[in-house]
Nanobody, 124 residues
Framework: VQLQASGGGLVQAGRSLRLSCAASGRSFSRDVMGWFRQAPGKERVYVATIWRSGATYYSDSVKGRFTVSRDDSKNTMYLQMDSLKPEDTALYYC???????????????????WGQGTLVTVSS
């Protein structure tokens, strides 16, 4: 079972970037899928989640700028990031939780599958 994040890169502030998370090894259609990020020297923090129903949730720092989506036919999740800011610079990780609980969806410890991370750098 593997999650593979991709799509990171260097972008100017105000521009957009789309990340992908391709899952393999089994279907993740029943899992809650999430995005987290870790800036240099800081802890990994919650960015967004999408449930199998399609319901989405976001951290306050990205709400209105980022959009998470999933295509279960491709076993893939996406993160569309618009109006990027320098403070969005981080290593972005995708994750899956096979036994999701609504109240703990923002916790790193809730997720049992993780991708390797893709680096997003936003220049000012």
């Amino acid at each position: 079972v593997q999650l593979q994040a991709s799509g990171g890169g260097l972008v100017q502030a105000g521009r957009s970037l789309r990340l992908s998370c391709a899952a393999s090894g089994r279907s993740f259609s029943r899992d809650v899928m999430g995005w987290f990020r870790q800036a240099p020297g800081k802890e990994r923090v919650y960015v967004a989640t999408i449930w199998r129903s399609g319901a989405t949730y976001y951290s306050d720092s990205v709400k209105g700028r980022f959009t998470v989506s999933r295509d279960d036919s491709k076993n893939t999740m996406y993160l569309q990031m618009d109006s990027l800011k320098p403070e969005d610079t981080a290593l972005y990780y995708c994750a899956a939780d096979s036994s999701p609980i609504f109240s703990t969806q923002s916790r790193v410890s809730s997720y049992n599958y993780w991708g390797q991370g893709t680096l997003v750098t936003v220049s000012s």
